[in-house]
T-cell receptor
Framework: KAGVTQTPRYLIKTRGQQVTLSCSPISGHRSVSWYQQTPGQGLQFLFEYFSETQRNKGNFPGRFSGRQFSNSRSEMNVSTLELGDSALYLC????????????FGSGTRLTVV | GNSVTQMEGPVTLSEEAFLTINCTYTATGYPSLFWYVQYPGEGLQLLLKATKADDKGSNKGFEATYRKETTSFHLEKGSVQVSDSAVYFCALTNAGNNRKLIWGLGTSLAVNP
């Protein structure tokens, strides 16, 4: 079966712009989580959606937002980009958050210049 | 709160050497524990997991045992290969933190032929 698909794979944006990243989970998975990975901070949790509702949120500013559609596909948006937002953004899906483990996509590499 | 501590890398081994990557955790209750692997330029892959004390997760020759008495989940492999070169992440989820993944900082492994 198809894995978790993230688009685009690479993105270059200018400070102040906004960006939208997309994630298509494994068919049947209802939970989608987003993580930011940077060399300095490691992996940090952004938010989790389950059945179109945000169920968990990490400690990121309001510039970071997300949503989930009825087909479980999810998008995250970052507005007013800053240089420090440059990172690998990873999406993970799970049938149900918790003990089942998560399947990750290959990520979107965002570079802010 | 919940946290994961991994041994710092990088770890450099020769092919066929024995591998141990230490992971300890702090959590209330009974977390589930995971090892993920990230190959260069890719997203994270679930390597193995354990959901209760004394469980042993295993996959691709890697093993880790959930030790509640020492709050540890050390990753081991008897004979590493060059293809095992990657970054390894220890993580946990816990009902007390709404089951979001809490990550260690990762341990880079390089295996030389």
């Amino acid at each position: 079966k198809a894995g978790v698909t993230q688009t685009p794979r690479y993105l270059i944006k200018t400070r102040g712009q906004q960006v939208t990243l997309s994630c298509s989970p494994i068919s049947g998975h209802r939970s989608v989580s987003w993580y930011q990975q940077t060399p300095g901070q490691g992996l940090q949790f952004l938010f989790e959606y389950f059945s179109e509702t945000q169920r968990n949120k990490g400690n990121f500013p309001g510039r970071f937002s997300g949503r989930q559609f009825s087909n479980s596909r999810s998008e995250m948006n970052v507005s007013t980009l800053e240089l420090g937002d440059s990172a690998l953004y990873l999406c993970a899906s799970s049938f149900e958050a918790g003990n089942y483990g998560y399947t990750f996509g290959s990520g979107t590499r965002l570079t802010v210049v | 709160g919940n946290s994961v501590t991994q041994m710092e890398g990088p770890v450099t081994l020769s092919e066929e050497a024995f591998l141990t990557i230490n992971c300890t955790y702090t959590a209330t209750g009974y977390p589930s524990l995971f090892w993920y692997v990230q190959y260069p330029g890719e997203g994270l892959q679930l390597l193995l997991k354990a959901t209760k004390a004394d469980d042993k997760g295993s996959n691709k020759g890697f093993e880790a045992t959930y030790r509640k008495e020492t709050t540890s989940f050390h990753l081991e492999k008897g004979s590493v290969q060059v293809s095992d070169s990657a970054v390894y992440f220890c993580a946990l989820t816990n009902a007390g933190n709404n089951r979001k993944l809490i990550w260690g900082l990762g341990t880079s492994l390089a295996v030389n032929p």
